[in-house]
C-alpha cells in the first residue's frame, strides 16, 4: 500500500485505517489540552489518556500475533511541494509505537502519588504523540516535524521538573538535538532537491527516495548529514555529553522515556531513512559505523564502571 498510484482515488477506502492511525499520534496531543485545562484532575485525564493510547496500539499487534501484519499504511493526495500524509505500521515501527505507549502508562502510574502541575502531565502526553508519530510517519517531511515535536515536552520535562542542575542540563539537551536535527534536515533538503531535478516532480516519500540519482560528493554528504542528527539521538560518542546531564537532572519518569524510547529514535532514522536511502554507501561505511560503534560500547561501559550515581550509570551503559 505505498500510495503512490491511485492514492486519491483510494482515501475513501481507507479513510477508517486513516482515522486509526491519525488517533494513535492525534489522541495525546488531544489528550494533554485537557490535561493542561483539568487543574488537579490532570493525572486521571493523563492517565485515562495513556491506557487509551495503549489500547489503540494493541490492536494492530495483536492482529500481527494471530493474523499476520495487516495493511495499516494511509498515503493522502500530494499538497505543495510533493509532502503527502503519510502513515503506516509495520515490523520495524510497531514494536515501538506499542513500547512508547506503554512506558507512558508506567511512568504516568509511577507520578500519580506526588503533588505536580497540570503541565507535567500534559509534557508527557505531548512526548508521547510526537515519538508515535515519528515511528509511524513514512514522509520526510512529517518525519521531521514529529522529530524536532519530541524536543520542546523533553526540554520543560528537564529544565522544570528536574534536579538541582536541570536548567543546565534541559539547555544542554536542547542545544545538541536541536543543532543535529538542522543538520539533518539539510540534508532531507538536499535529497528531496536532487530528487526533483532528477525526476522532474517534488516528493518526500521515503520509499519513492530510494531511487534519488545522485554524485558520490552529494551522497556522502546527505549521508553524513543524516549520521549525524540520528547520531546525535543515539548517542555516538563524540555526540554524546548532552546524554549524562540529561539523565540524571530529568525526573524518574523523564529518564524512563529517555533511556526506553527516544534514545531508540537514532537507530531507527538510520534503519528506517539512511539504510533504504543509500544501501551501498551504508554497506561501504560498515567498518566505520561498526568501528565508530565499537568504541561506543567500551567507552561508555568505562565510564559507568566509574559512577557513583544510579541514573549516571544507566545513562552511561
Excluded at 487509551?52 to 494492530?60: D, M, V
Amino acid at each position: 500500500d505505498s500510495g503512490d498510484g491511485g492514492a486519491a482515488g483510494g482515501c475513501a477506502a481507507r479513510g477508517g485505517r486513516a482515522v486509526t492511525r491519525t488517533a494513535v499520534w492525534a489522541w495525546p496531543f488531544a489528550a494533554a489540552a485537557l490535561a493542561l485545562a483539568a487543574g488537579r484532575a490532570a493525572r486521571w485525564v493523563a492517565i485515562l489518556a495513556a491506557v487509551a493510547t495503549l489500547g489503540l496500539t494493541l490492536t494492530p499487534l495483536l492482529a500481527a500475533r494471530f493474523g499476520g501484519l495487516p495493511a495499516l499504511s494511509y498515503v493522502s493526495a500530494p499538497w505543495s511541494f510533493g509532502v503527502r500524509y503519510s502513515v503506516a505500521l509495520d515490523g520495524l515501527s510497531l514494536p515501538l509505537v506499542c513500547l512508547t505507549a506503554f512506558l507512558s502508562v508506567i511512568v504516568l502510574l509511577a507520578s500519580r502519588g506526588r503533588s505536580l502541575p497540570s503541565g507535567y502531565w500534559a509534557a508527557f502526553l505531548a512526548l508521547e504523540g510526537a515519538l508515535i508519530g515519528v515511528f509511524l510517519a513514512r514522509d520526510l517531511f512529517f518525519f521531521y516535524i514529529f522529530w524536532e515535536a519530541t524536543l520542546i515536552p523533553m526540554f520543560f520535562i528537564i529544565g522544570l521538573w528536574g534536579s538541582e542542575n536541570r536548567r543546565h542540563a534541559a539547555l544542554k539537551f536542547f542545544l545538541f538535538t536541536f543543532a543535529g536535527s538542522i543538520v539533518m534536515l539539510l540534508g532531507f533538503l538536499v535529497l528531496v532537491s536532487r530528487h526533483h531535478e532528477a525526476m522532474g516532480f517534488w516528493t518526500w516519500d521515503i520509499e519513492s527516495l530510494r531511487a534519488t540519482p545522485m554524485s558520490a560528493k552529494t551522497a556522502w554528504a546527505v549521508f553524513s548529514a543524516m549520521v549525524v542528527g540520528f547520531g546525535v539521538k543515539v548517542p555516538l560518542v563524540p555526540l554524546h555529553t548532552w546524554l549524562p546531564d540529561a539523565h540524571t537532572e530529568a525526573p524518574a519518569a523523564g529518564s524512563v522515556m529517555l533511556a526506553g524510547v527516544m534514545l531508540k529514535m537514532g537507530v531507527y532514522g538510520l534503519l528506517r531513512i539512511a539504510l533504504p536511502v543509500f544501501p551501498q554507501l551504508s554497506w561501504d561505511l560498515l567498518p566505520w559505523l561498526g568501528g565508530l560503534a565499537a568504541v561506543n560500547v567500551i567507552y561508555g561501559a568505562l565510564c559507568a564502571m566509574a559512577q557513583r550515581d544510579l541514573k549516571r550509570l544507566i545513562a552511561n551503559s
